[in-house]
């Protein structure tokens, strides 16, 4: 007999005694049972990050080892309540198309069962309906009642719960044809550029500063601990530890010859360019938010003052709020002291570990071009983010906005921004999420898109990040809007944090094809603020 044909024969042996086997599992009181083929792996039921404008019975997505794995409830699919997940509870992960996690009380067992044991389930009265069952399993057990176990069909239930996926699928594969690329953010990071000023502003010591847009690479939190360096001037504060580099940090309050405080949760490291190509970290009270400044109301330092080699740090001073609100743009390539910055890093570091992180900066630099910059924020306890240029400013939330008749539910109303008609829509109506009560750390993010200017309130805004896109990978596609709003989700921190990426262009074009906004509804906007 050919070698081969044995092979085959083998082959074929194993494929028929796997789909004899089946994993058991019970929800709800019932015992089901799923073939083993496509069943992956089972696993205690992970943390999620809830996925807006996806069905109800989408959990969340999680992160399964540098994969994005969405998790869906199969007690919300049948119907039945909801219970908190205990020591039993598992995830079944199972390949239909794309890994799916499907949540269940308890796995039972994995038993081999023959094709004529499985009988027709038309007549079963059980908590699921009998549509989405292949078939019955009547097991013979002591005292001579059968166990029923119910044989899922989770192609149909994921076809019936995510309905339209194969259609949205087509029609995104035959576009991405058609453009010759995939999607990707930085086509349209560079909308909402113009001749205006764009500035990250924060506080120090009460007064507000900003800097340049541009020459911000990242916003992140005060570490709790710095590394302070010997022989170094006091306002270089030390090291931290950002992505596997090492970041010298400059603490504003020292420079500008003010008071120290402890580092809160307040504290923010602004990370901006140095002229070298380096970065370094200006530690800050708070970072305020997102401006955009017209030129016109930005002056250059005064003369006597520019005189003073203590203000060389300073470009400008934009006139805000009819000039009752200063800040002062900082010059980062001015600032006094960064020739001190390369002699820190030298002192705690071999030579093997200079040339390691010489490595390291080279090969960042290679990639620097597919990093997203994002600015980051939170509804809930999710996170999102959304391409830093397509954000024009970030504004506090007013006490008062002008209510506009006949508009949908999450149209907030219009505010006067700098005398122009802003539409403010509530980002969490929005998704679908429940409508949160008004604090102060609420914010207003402006996009410009496609011409049209608008406000969303956010529960917060995080932080401004560069991704690499090593890190970005495609979201999964659950519902229709979702699949166009949402592209990709982002993993950071080891893949254990997930940031879903929102395309501005999808969110207004998603708002204009329900009918809800366009000429009609700014032009109430504009006639409620006018009244």
Do not use: W
Not at 371 to 383: N, S, Y
Not at 427 to 456: A, H, S
């Amino acid at each position: 007999m050919n070698p081969s044909d044995d092979l085959v024969t083998d082959q074929v042996t194993a494929q028929t005694a796997q789909e004899k086997q089946f994993v058991t599992f019970s929800v709800a009181g019932e015992m089901f049972a799923v073939q083993m083929a496509p069943v992956q792996e089972i696993i205690r039921v992970p943390n999620v990050a809830r996925l807006p404008l996806a069905p109800p019975s989408l959990d969340g997505l999680a992160n399964l080892r540098g994969r994005v794995l969405p998790i869906v409830n199969l007690r919300s699919i049948f119907g039945v309540s909801q219970r908190d997940h205990d020591d039993a509870t598992r995830a079944v992960v199972i390949n239909l198309g794309q890994p799916l996690g499907f949540v269940v009380d308890r796995v039972a067992s994995v038993i081999s069962v023959e094709p004529a044991e499985i009988e027709p389930a038309q007549h079963i009265q059980s908590v699921v309906r009998s549509d989405y069952l292949i078939g019955v399993i009547k097991r013979p057990r002591s005292g001579g009642k059968d166990q029923l176990l119910l044989v899922l069909d989770f192609d149909r239930v994921v076809r019936e719960q995510f309905a339209g996926l194969t259609h949205m699928a087509a029609v995104r594969g035959n576009s991405r044809i058609s453009s010759g690329s995939s999607p990707d953010m930085r086509t349209f990071e560079e909308i909402g550029a113009s001749d205006d000023l764009r500035l990250v502003s924060f506080t120090v010591a009460g007064q507000e500063y900003a800097i340049d847009i541009a020459d911000v690479r990242e916003i992140v939190q005060c570490p709790a601990e710095i590394s302070e360096l010997p022989n170094t001037p006091l306002h270089v504060l030390g090291l931290m530890s950002l992505r596997q580099r090492l970041l010298p940090l400059v603490g504003l309050r020292h420079l500008f010859g003010l008071a120290d405080v402890d580092h809160d949760e307040q504290h923010r490291v602004v990370v901006v360019s140095l002229p070298d190509g380096g970065q370094m970290g200006l530690v800050t009270d708070t970072v305020k938010e997102v401006l955009t400044v017209p030129r016109g109301q930005a002056d250059e330092m005064p003369p006597l003052l520019a005189r003073d080699p203590s203000m060389q740090e300073f470009s400008a001073i934009c006139r805000l709020e009819g000039g009752q609100r200063l800040v002062s743009v900082i010059a980062t390539h001015h600032l006094p002291g960064l020739s001190h910055l390369a002699e820190p890093m030298g002192l705690v570091q071999t030579p093997i570990q200079q040339l390691q992180e010489e490595h390291t900066m080279r090969s960042q630099d290679i990639g620097n071009d597919d990093d997203t910059q994002v600015v980051i924020f939170r509804l809930g306890t999710e996170e999102y983010g959304v391409p830093i240029m397509s954000v024009q400013e970030i504004v506090r939330v007013p006490e008062v906005m002008a209510r506009v008749p006949r508009t949908p539910p999450y149209a907030e109303g219009v505010i006067n921004l700098r005398g122009t008609v802003l539409p403010v829509i509530d980002q969490r109506t929005r998704l679908g999420l429940p409508k949160g009560e008004r604090n102060d750390r609420q914010r207003i993010m402006v996009y410009t898109v496609g011409g049209v200017r608008t406000g969303f309130i956010v529960d917060s805004v995080a932080e401004v990040l560069r991704i690499p896109k090593s890190s970005i990978e495609k979201a999964p596609e659950l519902s229709n809007e979702q699949s166009q709003l949402i592209t990709r989700v982002a993993k950071l921190e080891g893949d254990k944090r997930l940031v879903m990426l929102i395309d501005p262009n999808q969110l207004m074009a998603s708002i204009s094809s329900h009918g809800d906004h366009g000429p009609d509804m700014h032009s109430r906007f504009q006639m409620a603020l006018a009244a």
